[in-house]
Structures are given as C-alpha cells and as structure tokens.
C-alpha cells in the first residue's frame, strides 16, 4: 500500500521570506500523481500545485514550485516571498494512475505553515 | 469555490443517530470521493463512485454506506452514530475517464467545503 509522510508536523517562516516543506511517499508503481493541498482555518482543501511522475521538469505555480525527486520518492514544496494568507494546514498527496487503489488520495499527516508579519 | 456542494455545513446529533450528507459534484464530474477527516486519524479515503457505479472502498465502517445517483450527486449515510464518528466529511469531484483533456487535469479532485458532523 502507498503511504505518504510527512516529517514536520509544524513550518515557521517569516513574511517575504521562503521556506520548504517536506514529503516523501512509498511507492511500487512507476507513474502516479503527486499533489500538493492547502488547508486554511476555514478548513477548505485547495489544491496548490501537481505533479506527473512521469515528468522530470518540477513543477511550478507563480510562488509555489516543487523539488521533485523520484528516485529518492520525495516531492518538496517550496513557498516563496511568503504571505500572510499562505498561513495553513499544506497536505501532500500520492495518487495512483491504475490497479485497485486507482483514483483515492493517500494523504501525509499534514505540516502546519505560521507565517510571522 | 471548487464548484463542489457539501450540505450540510455542520450536524450535530446524537450516539446512535442515522444522518444523511450531500454532495453535488461539479458539471460534467463523472466521479465522487468521500474523506473522513479526524484528528486522530488524519485524511481518510471512504469510497469512490463513478458514474453511478461504486469503484473502490477505503476504510468505511460497515454503519456508513453511499450512493451516487443518476443526476451524479452522491449521499453518504452514516448509521448507529458513536462518539468517534465525530469529523470532517468531504466529498470531493473529479472529471477522471470522461473524454478530453490533459490527463492530469482529467484527475485532480477538487473539494468541497465539508460536512462538520458533532455526535454528542
């Protein structure tokens, strides 16, 4: 079974600066799908950025890029010039392309970001 | 907004209640998920719907069922409420095996707001 981890449960960062967030995943397949959600108080999941495993270029979306490593099975997030409103619950997300856990959203633990003024 | 309709916003009931939740994917959305979001268990997958048809099944309890019917909204009934049954359900939506498209496009979930269930 897939399994998604996230090592830090809470991320600080000061406002106009940039910070990482971490995942790593378990994996046998070799094409699947990798996400990255935003959880703000208002508890809404908003999808941040994705990825296609079979794509080595990382990903970008204006601010929010990721490190993507597949052989090492890591996917980073990177939030640049940090706002206030990117203060939330980020979940990093695994997502199969076939077999029985096709379509489902295996999810890490979750890393709350504070962003400080 | 993700075009994804969760009602209700929040249930509260009590032990041993049966509750129904609603979602109404966005237009042209073949398929519907359901999560469980606890504290202690984090983001769970339930089950997923496709076209009507039930396609995969996480970790549901035998108490909650669900259906999609032919409009393509969904229902999950959740039966014999216990105290640890309190959280947040989402349902989420996603285009997934219909015609046209990036592929990737094709398989983002976008998500509702959720149904804060309080058994009491």
């Known amino acids: 079974a897939q399994t998604v981890t996230q090592s830090q449960p809470e991320m600080s960062v000061q406002e106009a600066e940039t910070v990482t967030l971490s995942c790593t995943y378990d994996t046998s397949e070799s094409d699947y799908y990798l996400f990255w959600y935003k959880q703000p108080p208002s508890r809404q999941m908003i999808l941040v950025i994705r990825?296609?495993?079979?794509?080595?270029q990382n990903a970008t979306e204006n601010r929010f890029s990721v490190n993507f490593q597949k052989a090492a099975k890591s996917f980073s997030l990177k939030i640049s010039d940090s706002q206030l409103g990117d203060a939330a619950m980020y979940f990093c997300?695994?997502?199969?392309?076939?077999?029985?856990?096709?379509?489902?959203?295996?999810f890490g633990q979750g890393t709350i970001l504070t962003v400080h003024p | 907004d993700s075009g994804v309709t969760q009602t209700p916003k929040h249930l509260i009931t009590a032990t041993g209640q049966r509750v129904t939740l609603r979602c109404s994917p966005r237009s042209g959305d073949l398929s519907v998920y359901w999560y469980q979001q606890s504290l202690d268990q984090g983001l769970q997958f339930l089950i997923h719907?496709?076209?009507?048809?039930?396609?995969a099944k996480g970790n549901i309890l035998e108490r909650f069922s669900a259906q999609q019917f032919p409009d393509l909204h969904s229902e999950l009934n959740l039966s014999s409420l216990e105290l640890g049954d309190s959280a947040l359900y989402f349902c989420?939506?996603?285009?997934?095996?219909?015609?046209?498209?990036?592929?990737?496009?094709?398989?983002?979930?976008?998500f509702g707001a959720g149904t804060r269930l309080s058994v009491l």
């Open positions: 997300a695994y997502r199969a392309i076939g077999g029985t856990s096709y379509g489902k959203l295996t």
């Open positions: 719907y496709y076209n009507g048809e039930e396609r």
């Open positions: 990825q296609e495993a079979y794509k080595q």
């Open positions: 989420a939506s996603s285009p997934d095996g219909t015609s046209g498209g990036a592929r990737l496009a094709k398989n983002i979930q976008y």
